[in-house]
């Protein structure tokens, strides 16, 4: 599946002091998954759903914290594979 080669391209929705990235958001291209997000914090990953209207960012928690993007693209997988998502 596509999303085994995909590139995670991280906006920083917070730095620190030095302006690292503390929490930073990939919003998973339309065409793979369309509403689905990934929330990186800390070394920590979940899996986010839009809600509300397409395009209005609005997340809610799709799935537990996971530790690995191995384990983050194992989760993208199963929810476009059960999910009827928003076209």
């Keep these: 599946m596509i999303l085994s080669k995909m590139r995670p391209v991280w906006e920083p929705l917070e730095t620190d002091r030095d302006g690292r990235a503390v929490c930073a958001v990939w919003v998973v291209?339309?065409?793979v998954a369309s509403g689905l997000a990934v929330l990186r914090e800390?070394?920590?990953?979940?899996?986010?759903?839009?809600?509300?209207?397409?395009?209005?960012?609005?997340?809610?928690?799709?799935?537990?914290?996971?530790s690995s993007m191995g384990k983050v693209r194992a989760e993208l997988i199963a929810l476009t594979d059960t999910w009827s998502l928003k076209p």
């Design 42 to 66: 800390r070394g920590r990953y979940r899996v986010m759903r839009e809600i509300g209207m397409r395009g209005s960012r609005t997340y809610e928690a799709a799935g537990p914290w996971l």
């Design 29 to 31: 291209p339309r065409i």
